[in-house]
């Protein structure tokens, strides 16, 4: 059972530009939740997607965009980068279609640095 | 909204007990404890639903107050290994969790 990865490790971009991160779900898991943690503060949900729909947003603007693959795989694309942009940004995993009922499985994150 | 949590540090010798607490100012579904040690991904310590039904570790307690919305972890006898922030996340109606800034316990030998 392998366990939740995200790519890259880090990111440089700058104001205006895109980017996207990935995620890669443990087997089986057929839930993914995206979180942004700024420094010092507790992860702030961005949204979930249970397979392949998103089926849960929080308070963050449609430049916020997700997709998830047949293949555990998901991706976070954020247009338009803002400077606020930049933080740690975690997916987590977790099986079933209620993730506020399981155990979710973080990845390592992907820390974003928007200059 | 973000449930509170308190205290948002404390320092504690090895051996000693500590509890953390978290509330909310709406109606909880479930409350889930998390901790997070510096540059590592958050790993998961218990839920707790409402009804009673609790998953988790087995050194790891916790209590729900439905009526209060308020939920208790308590961390007895304390290993260096228990340093770490410790984050609560709360879900309501929508189901999907809302976490706290978080406790920042340091255990010292």
């Known amino acids: 059972e392998t366990g939740v990865t995200q790519s890259p490790t880090h990111l440089i971009k700058t104001r205006g530009q895109q980017v996207t991160l990935r995620c890669s779900s443990q087997?089986?898991?057929?839930?993914v939740s995206w979180y942004q943690q700024a420094l010092g503060q507790g992860p702030q949900f961005i949204f979930q997607?249970?397979?392949?729909?998103?089926?849960g947003r929080g308070n963050f603007p449609p430049r916020f965009s997700g997709l998830q693959f047949p293949n555990y795989s998901s991706e976070l694309n954020v247009n338009a980068l803002e400077l606020d942009d930049s933080a740690l940004y975690l997916c987590?995993?977790?099986?079933?279609?209620?993730?506020?009922?399981?155990?979710?499985?973080f990845g390592p994150g992907t820390r974003l640095t928007v200059l | 909204q973000q449930p509170v949590q308190s205290p948002q540090a404390v320092i504690l010798r090895e051996g000693e007990d500590a509890v953390i607490n978290c509330s909310s100012s709406?109606?909880?579904?479930?409350v889930h404890w998390y901790r997070q040690k510096h540059g590592e991904a958050p790993v998961f310590l218990m839920i707790?639903?409402?009804?009673?039904e609790q998953k988790g570790h087995d050194k790891i307690s916790a209590s729900f107050n439905e009526k209060k919305q308020q939920s208790s972890l308590y961390l007895t006898a304390s290993q260096l290994s228990y340093s770490g922030t410790y984050f609560c996340?709360?879900?309501?109606?929508?189901?999907?969790?809302?976490f706290g800034s978080g406790t920042q316990l340091t255990v010292l030998p």
């Open positions: 987590a995993s977790s099986p079933g279609r209620d993730s506020s009922y399981n155990e979710q499985f």
């Open positions: 087997s089986g898991h057929n839930t």
């Open positions: 997607y249970y397979r392949e729909e998103e089926n």
């Open positions: 709406k109606a909880l579904y479930s």
């Open positions: 707790l639903l409402k009804g009673g």
């Open positions: 996340g709360t879900s309501g109606s929508a189901r999907q969790l809302t």
